[in-house]
């Protein structure tokens, strides 16, 4: 299936020393319907990043100059698009790191087109509010944070914001829709990410480890809870508006 139509479809930029892996993806992309920006290295890619029109980044661990991580820790940091890693070395620590440092998600290369389409969709469609027509809360309220579902914001007790990265702010979306019940990683592979996602546990175990460390305003308190055996639960009374 297509993207949605062209003037409206979400824009990706690549960004990768690779001339010819990077061509590839491109028009593999805009065959698929999205709109596509390239960029060689991190300066190139802030220029397009200024534009503010992207809506996800492909992000190569190596680069010239500025390294991938690096570039993720700063595109994160100041409340940039959301991020797919992608490396050649495929170990799970290189994994981990690039997750631990907020990616979205993370592909070893080569990876087949069709499985970084599926991972673009799922990632993109994290940003969206649901079944359309139906109108979920604006707001939810638990243990003095407020999630402002619109803007994607979480407020902390103190009224500071706490920048989230898509992947937690979908995470979260999950475990205050269904407060007190226990979630298996699967189910919270596929709400976050889409039943048809071929994501690795540790993802999922990296994600929540980075979102219980925001949620730290009463040390004395565990929101998320692990269930061994069986996933999490979501600790903290939840009210909707």
């Known amino acids: 299936m297509l993207a949605e139509d062209h ?18 993806i491109a028009d593999y992309l805009n065959g698929e319907g999205y709109r596509v920006a390239c960029a060689h290295d991190g300066a190139a890619m802030d220029r397009s990043l200024s534009s503010g029109e992207i809506d996800l980044v492909l992000l190569d661990v190596m680069l010239p100059g500025e390294d991938g991580l690096s570039i993720c820790r700063r595109v994160v940091d100041e409340h940039g698009p959301p991020i ?10 290189d994994r981990v790191i690039g997750l631990e440092l ?18 673009i969709r799922a990632v993109l469609r994290r940003r969206t509010d649901g079944n359309p027509g139906i109108s979920p809360p604006r707001s939810y309220q638990f243990s003095g944070y407020t999630l402002d579902v619109p ?41 976050t990410m889409g039943a048809d996602a071929d994501v690795f546990d540790r993802a999922i175990d990296v994600q929540i ?16 809870r692990t269930v061994r055996g069986l996933g999490y639960i979501f600790e903290a009374k939840v009210t909707r508006n």
């Open 7 to 24: 003037g409206k479809a979400p824009n990706i930029l690549i960004v990768d020393d690779d001339t010819g892996l990077r061509n590839c």
């Open 84 to 93: 797919i890693m992608l490396s050649a070395a495929g170990d799970e620590i």
């Open 102 to 119: 907020g990616a979205d998600d993370y592909l070893a290369k080569p990876c087949s087109p069709r499985e970084l389409l599926a991972r």
């Open 151 to 191: 803007r994607r914001a979480l407020r902390g007790p103190d009224g500071a914001t706490i920048l989230l990265s898509a992947g937690e702010v979908a995470l979260l979306l999950a475990f205050v829709a269904a407060p007190r019940e226990i979630l298996s990683r699967d189910k919270l592979i596929e709400s």
């Open 209 to 224: 480890s980075r979102l219980r460390r925001k949620l730290n305003h009463d040390p004395l308190v565990e929101v998320i």
